[in-house]
């Protein structure tokens, strides 16, 4: 239980609420991304190893990525109306 | 008490009741990435450091042919051509 942990929770529980009370569906994607990254900081602080940190990595790469595939399906569908 | 597995469980609960409520394909899709971060936070909780990292690479690909398939839809219903079967509705 350090203080940096539970600033990164209160953050992520922000976020979360956020996510899920907002209108507007692109700050929709950028709350997400923000709950990503705190999760994916979460996860490097909770296992105190080298595995945890490859672990961290490849979340973080891949949880950016999805983000990315959801705003760019956004804008396709914006242009075909 | 650890802060990991709250924030994990959270996230799980609050994307679960975001797929049921929310009627816009696109919001669906969100609400469904909301919950699988909260789900490889649980993994990692319990220290299966090897499952979550596969299921980090493989959950994109779910998250993309669903995408796929939601713009396939969209442009089969918005042409003006008539098939032969009718469409499924997902949507009110």
């Known amino acids: ?81 | 008490m650890d802060i990991l597995p709250t924030v994990s469980a959270i996230c799980c609960v609050l994307g679960a009741i975001g797929v049921i409520v929310h009627t816009n394909p696109i919001n669906k899709i969100i609400m469904f990435a909301f919950l699988e971060s909260g789900l490889i936070g649980l993994i990692v909780s319990c220290y299966y450091l090897d499952v979550a990292i596969v299921s980090s690479i493989l959950e994109p690909i779910g998250t993309v042919v669903l995408l796929l398939g939601l713009m396939k839809y969209e442009v089969v219903k918005k042409s003006k051509k008539k098939y032969g079967r009718k469409l499924p509705i997902l949507t009110k």
């Open chain 1, 1 to 81: 239980m350090d203080l940096s942990s539970i600033i990164i929770g209160v953050i992520a529980v922000i976020c979360g609420l956020r996510v899920f009370l907002t209108q507007s569906r692109a700050r929709k994607l950028l709350y997400l991304c923000c709950l990503n990254f705190c999760i994916a900081a979460l996860i490097a602080l909770y296992i105190k190893s080298p595995m945890g940190s490859l672990a961290a990595i490849v979340y973080l790469i891949s949880s950016t990525l999805s983000s990315n595939a959801i705003a760019y399906t956004l804008e396709q569908m914006k242009k075909m109306e």
